[in-house]
């Protein structure tokens, strides 16, 4: 007869810790990171394509602007929708259905003929990116169950994530140098069809056991919210106020309200509020947010700035910002055992500190950056948000139970496409303001040189090129110096937001512990 004893605290603890991961888990985790890269250098592939497209499509500013955001706005007002379809019907199902979409609309967009045909295949990525993103950061949250590994993994999918915001440009650059403009849109070709033979085979499917019914009204009443207050952002940096504008912000505000109350009185809602009382929670996904805006935000000025303000080659331009690249992956990586010993808020804010340094040199170096200046304040904004978004999206996704982190991964990934639509919609927005309000054209164009010219910089280089002789480098001067105004202007802001950031982490991350 075997004798009963009682287990020792050393081997309760073993028994109530969760398995670690396998190989397996991995390299699951491997297949995984290639829709996080694909939907991440969609959102900055363009920055270097965008000098491009507009001398070949002649697009106004208002659908350069567009150009850039449909994709991330379509995403954002999607993600949370397609992170509850996934706890619903299955998230590895999901990840394979936004996957086969998201090749097909590629090749659309990479041989569209006009801007406007363009912005909608840019939806229709955003379409199917939204199926993408909830799915890969809710699956990690199944497949690791030991919180030092689930921290490590979702360090290496933050890490991608930036890495691919940034590489985007880079990947544009070198295919802009071979290649034509449509090409940085079939990247996403190859690289998918991996995932669509080793996901069925590597990553276990995973949902929600008891998900709540799809609720097309709040689905609906998301992109209310988001579409009329980027429009108005847009509108009022091309034709200046107007009351359009008002009545567009008060409609993305209203449906806003009916969003959050329709939330909160539904038993199973598709984005549970109630969250947000959580002060950890709602900190990190603001700084998620503000994190993506400073990135894409700097990504859309300094890739002009490399190309048309100093005239480098796409390539020459794409390896300037490598440095920058190599130390935000590191940077994640790296903050993982730092935060087991030092207070989150103190790591986030030290992070946010370090993305207003790279917003500080651009500003005080002012129309005299040079292409070492940009890559090192590059470098010094990417080690701060390497770190920042590590910390964030481990504490938004550890802060759920296991069974709603589609939903969880929905908001983080919310924030981070809103936080590109907002980098582009606002300081891209600012920006064009600066600069045609500075640009003065030189006599003697033709009407339509002169729309073109004071639109965008890429206009006034392509309209410089073709009058050539003392006007057209007149022409160029002033557009160069024009831009670049609204860059210190731009970063100005960028500082200014860093700062209230900081602000935020201290006070919205300070119960957060350093160990989980």
């Not at 309760?12 to 670690?20: C, G, I, N, V």
């Not at 990947?171 to 090409?183: A, C, N, P």
Request: charged share 10%.
């Amino acid at each position: 007869m075997a004798l009963l004893t009682t287990p020792t605290p050393a081997q309760r603890s073993d028994a109530a810790r969760p398995p670690r991961a396998s190989l397996r888990n991995w390299l699951a985790l491997a297949v995984l990171m290639l829709p996080v890269l694909i939907s991440s250098v969609d959102n900055t592939v363009l920055s270097f394509a965008l000098p491009v497209i507009s001398e070949s499509l002649r697009p106004s500013a208002a659908a350069q602007l567009w150009i850039i955001d449909a994709y991330p706005l379509v995403l954002a007002g999607l993600l949370v929708a397609m992170g509850n379809l996934g706890d619903r019907w299955g998230r590895r199902r999901l990840l394979l259905i936004g996957a086969t979409g998201f090749a097909l609309v590629s090749i659309v967009a990479a041989f569209a003929p006009t801007a406007e045909l363009l912005i909608l295949a840019r939806a229709g990525l955003g379409f199917f990116g939204a199926m993408l993103m909830p799915s890969t950061l809710s699956l990690l949250r199944s497949i690791f169950l030991d919180r030092q590994q689930r921290r490590l993994a979702i360090a290496i999918w933050a890490s991608g994530f930036a890495a691919g915001s940034a590489l985007g440009p880079i990947v544009g650059g070198i295919l802009l140098e071979h290649y034509w403009w449509g090409s940085v849109f079939l990247i996403a070709v190859p690289v998918l069809i991996p995932l669509l033979v080793f996901a069925p085979l590597l990553v276990p499917e995973s949902r929600d056991p008891h998900p709540g019914r799809i609720d097309v009204v709040s689905i609906g009443l998301t992109m209310i919210t988001l579409v009329p207050f980027v429009f108005a952002i847009k509108e009022f940096a091309t034709h200046g106020f107007e009351w359009l504008q008002v009545l567009l912000v008060l409609t993305g505000a209203a449906a806003g309200t009916l969003f959050v109350r329709r939330q909160l009185s539904r038993e199973n809602p598709m984005l549970d509020m109630r969250l947000f009382r959580r002060g950890v929670f709602t900190g990190a996904v603001l700084i998620n947010l503000v994190s993506v805006f400073s990135l894409v935000g700097f990504l859309f000025f300094v890739s002009q700035h490399l190309q048309l303000v100093l005239g480098m080659r796409p390539l020459d331009a794409a390896l300037a910002l490598v440095p920058g690249l190599i130390v935000m992956v590191v940077a994640g990586l790296v903050v993982v055992p730092i935060v087991r010993i030092v207070r989150p808020s103190v790591v986030v804010a030290t992070g946010l500190a370090l993305a207003g340094t790279g917003y500080a040199i651009i500003m005080v170096t002012g129309q005299h950056a040079s292409e070492a200046t940009l890559a090192i304040a590059f470098a010094v904004l990417g080690l701060g948000i390497g770190a920042a978004e590590t910390i964030s999206n481990d504490l938004i996704i550890s802060s759920v139970p296991a069974d709603k982190a589609g939903a969880a991964s929905g908001v983080s990934e919310t924030s981070y496409e809103l936080g590109a639509v907002l980098g582009t919609a606002v300081l891209g927005s600012i920006l064009t303001a600066a600069y045609r309000g500075g640009v003065s054209l030189p006599a003697g164009l033709s009407s339509q040189d002169a729309d073109t010219a004071r639109e965008t910089l890429g206009g006034a280089v392509s309209v410089a090129e073709s009058v050539g002789g003392p006007a057209g480098a007149s022409l160029l001067e002033s557009a160069r110096a024009s831009f670049d105004s609204g860059v210190v202007l731009t970063s100005g802001i960028g500082v200014g937001l860093m700062a209230l950031a900081i602000v935020l982490a201290l006070v919205s991350l300070r119960r957060a512990r350093s160990e989980g």
